[in-house]
């Protein structure tokens, strides 16, 4: 008989949590595999991982006007549900194994141009608790191409002021790094830190706190950093976007591809492409530009 799903969940959440699983991975996993469940309660098809009805699963949320990375992350979550309930004697075999994934459209994502992020900036221009947190936050990842979530997991002994760094406990994949800011961050950072003794959870440790005595999470930094992109009139903005933004700026300035591979925390070459790849003409010009190689004879 196959088992209950619904009821093995909070098991498998257990054990995600056991492996060090990044919180935003084990909401993905979770949220994948419920809506699958909710899925099958609405079309009358038996709650069970069959092969075929993933692949029905799949191409109704396609259909349906899901992005194609949705898509491949709600099967991705399955796929890792088998998984755990094969390794947990749950099942006699994955019947997910070797099913393919959606394929992903190749997306250029534009970075904010300098007026945009200059924009972005004026908007936090203010002295009150939320003014400092926010123009920190902007600063701090369009500088150092933080992710959203390594941002958020940061806490008050990861900064280090007088020597301008930040330490990653935990980037994707488990590995930390350190990642280094200039001069303005530095004084934005130092601010915040400042107004937020006066916070009612200042003997707490995250290092971002939220303006009703609580802590700020990922859905808080979404929020706050959306709501400003909408005071400096930024249209499609994503908090990821500052991340494309860092690279961008890096290259432009002409930092090297190593060094901004070792600050992003990027392991494959193909990921800096693929962050760099919607200015990389403009950068290429104005390379071509400084060297001048048709200044012949």
């Known amino acids: 008989m196959p088992p209950n799903l619904a009821s093995l969940l909070e098991s498998w959440e257990l054990a995600l949590r056991a492996e060090r699983k990044a919180p935003m991975t084990i909401k993905s996993y979770l949220a994948g595999v419920n809506r699958y469940l909710h899925w099958c309660g609405t079309t009358g098809i038996p709650a069970n991982l069959d092969r075929r009805n993933v692949a029905r699963f799949v191409a109704g949320l396609l259909d349906g ?14 796929r890792r549900f088998a998984a755990w309930l094969v390794d947990e004697g749950e099942l006699p075999t994955d019947p997910l194994l070797g099913i393919r994934p959606p394929k992903l459209d190749t997306k250029i994502v534009e970075p904010l141009s300098t007026d945009e992020l200059t924009r972005l ?75 937020r003794r006066s916070h009612r959870l200042a003997a707490t440790s995250p290092l971002w706190l939220g303006d009703r005595g609580k802590t700020l999470g990922y859905d808080g930094l979404y929020s706050a950093l959306s709501a400003r992109a909408t005071a400096a009139n930024i249209a499609g903005f994503h908090p990821h976007k500052l991340r494309h933004t860092a690279a961008h700026r890096w290259l432009a300035a002409g930092g090297s591809e190593g060094g901004l591979m070792a600050v992003a925390g990027w392991t494959r070459p193909d990921m800096l492409i693929r962050y760099t790849s919607a200015r990389a003409s ?16």
Request: proline share 3%.
């Open 65 to 78: 006007g899901a992005e194609p990375a949705t898509a491949r992350a709600r099967q991705l979550a399955l």
């Open 282 to 297: 403009d950068r290429a010009a104005a390379e071509a530009r400084m060297l001048d190689l048709g200044n012949v004879g």
């Open 121 to 195: 900036i004026r908007v936090c221009q203010g002295r009150d608790f939320i003014d400092r947190r926010d123009e920190a936050i902007i600063r701090l990842m369009t500088e150092t191409g933080c992710r959203a979530g390594e941002v958020v997991a940061l806490g008050l002994a990861d900064l280090d002021l007088p020597n301008g760094t930040a330490t990653v406990r935990r980037g994707k994949g488990g590995r930390g790094r350190s990642v280094p800011f200039g001069t303005q961050t530095t004084r934005s950072l130092d601010r915040y830190v400042r107004v």
